[in-house]
């Protein structure tokens, strides 16, 4: 049987794309990809033909039985997203799936994840954090979400898109308080590089204060409550939103 690669890709920066990652593309049958336009263009940057096949939210399920036949038959085949690592909040983990129980080998070329390079350079705990990936876009629903996590100790992770990120900061300060510190990370590894750190109420002016600041790519890290005031406040307000739920 073939081996299924799964091959991380840059998040902004071409230069980004491993040696390894590149051999593997090249060696490879075909390539499966989220945007098979996207992924084109980043194999032409490299001189690197190959058929393309599109995996993407809407048709994997149905796809990955016949990816899995082609890999069952002897192709190898890599995996890769628009940017980054696949599966991490991108498709591919049916195929991934779908793939480890039909006993094909599955190997990894690592590579670029936002959410790693965010919290390389954020400056906050990171032995251990809670990646949330894309917060509900309804309003309430986010608010709902945010308010399970204001007790969490951990370094708390999103990803969050431009025309969203005003908004969310402002629940974010609703729902965590204004003092909380954030690093809000942007176009990382890009030209339009910015990491600003500071409380959820300095972000948040940030990025009302100046429209460039709303542009982009985001990724943003809370960090989680102390064992402090404030952490027991939150986990007072945790509390007492767990038995509102059960109130009439
Ligand atoms: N699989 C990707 C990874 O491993 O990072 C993430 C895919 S997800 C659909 C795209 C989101 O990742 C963006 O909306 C943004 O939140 C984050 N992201 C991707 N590239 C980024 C960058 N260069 N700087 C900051 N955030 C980025």
């Known amino acids: 049987a073939g081996t299924l690669h799964v091959v991380a890709t840059p998040i902004g920066n071409l230069a980004d794309l491993s040696p390894r990652a590149q051999d593997t593309l090249r060696t490879v049958a075909a390539i499966c990809a989220e945007d098979t336009r996207h992924t084109r263009h980043l194999l032409a940057h490299f001189g690197i033909e190959k058929p393309l096949l599109a995996l993407h939210e809407h048709n994997e399920a149905e796809v990955a039985g016949r990816l899995v036949a082609r890999l069952a038959a002897g192709e190898s085949l890599a995996l890769v997203s628009d940017a980054g690592t696949p599966l991490v909040s991108d498709p591919g983990f049916r195929l991934v799936r779908a793939a480890r129980e039909a006993g094909i080998r599955v190997s990894p070329v690592p590579g670029p994840s936002a959410i ?4 390389s350079v954020a400056g906050l705990p990171s032995d251990r954090f809670a990646f949330e990936g894309f917060l509900p876009a309804k309003a309430g629903a986010r608010r709902e979400r945010l308010a399970a996590l204001v007790g969490e100790t951990r370094t708390l992770a999103f990803y969050e898109s431009s025309h969203r990120i005003a908004e969310s900061l402002a629940d974010f300060r609703t729902v965590f308080g204004d003092a909380r510190r954030a690093v809000l990370a942007r176009e990382l590894t890009k030209l339009f590089e910015t990491v600003l750190d500071g409380t959820l ?5 940030a990025v009302e204060a100046d429209a460039n600041q709303r542009k982009g790519e985001f990724v943003l890290l809370v ?8 952490a027991r406040v939150a986990q007072g307000k945790l509390l007492y939103a767990k038995l509102a739920a059960h109130l009439p």
């Open 116 to 119: 790693i390079a965010a919290l």
């Open 201 to 205: 109420a300095d972000l948040h002016a």
């Open 223 to 230: 960090e989680g409550v102390g064992d402090d005031a404030e």
